[in-house]
């Protein structure tokens, strides 16, 4: 089983438009917006109809909401892979490791991995929603 299996099934956003703008261009995460109420609204897409759209309309977008949800289809980005450099914690320490092909659960107690390289690329990891 994949360490991140399962793991993206609740609400996992972005509060900092910027961020999320970056992880759009850099990594195509789709996006969309919920107004708090039922409805949803699509967001920022890297596809042919939005690429020409100035990054200042984007982020005008996100005005007035608190958080940039991700979309269902971008949650296994957030897979480690191969090359990733991650931040993690064990055993009340924390660490660095750079994804090989061996799995990470190489130690027992490894929790919280934040990648934060891919790519030879800042990666930001998004937040996640209260259970």
Not at 12 to 27: D, W
Not at 80 to 104: C, R, W
Request: include cysteine; hydrophobic fraction near 30%.
């Amino acid at each position: 089983m994949d360490y991140w299996e399962g793991k993206m099934s609740k609400g996992y956003y972005y509060i900092c438009p910027i961020k999320a703008l970056y992880m759009m261009k850099e990594f195509e995460v789709l996006f969309y917006l919920h107004d708090g109420e039922s409805s949803t609204h699509p967001f920022i897409r890297n596809d042919e109809d939005e690429s020409e759209i100035a990054d200042h309309e984007l982020l005008e977008r996100c005005e007035g909401y608190n958080k940039i949800y991700i979309e269902e289809r971008s949650e296994h980005i957030f897979e480690p892979k191969k090359g990733d450099l991650a931040h993690y914690d064990l055993n009340g320490g924390s660490g660095v490791y750079q994804f090989t092909n061996k799995p990470i659960r190489w130690a027992e107690g490894v929790t919280n991995i934040q990648i934060i390289r891919r790519d030879n690329k800042q990666f930001f990891m998004p937040e996640v929603e209260n259970d």
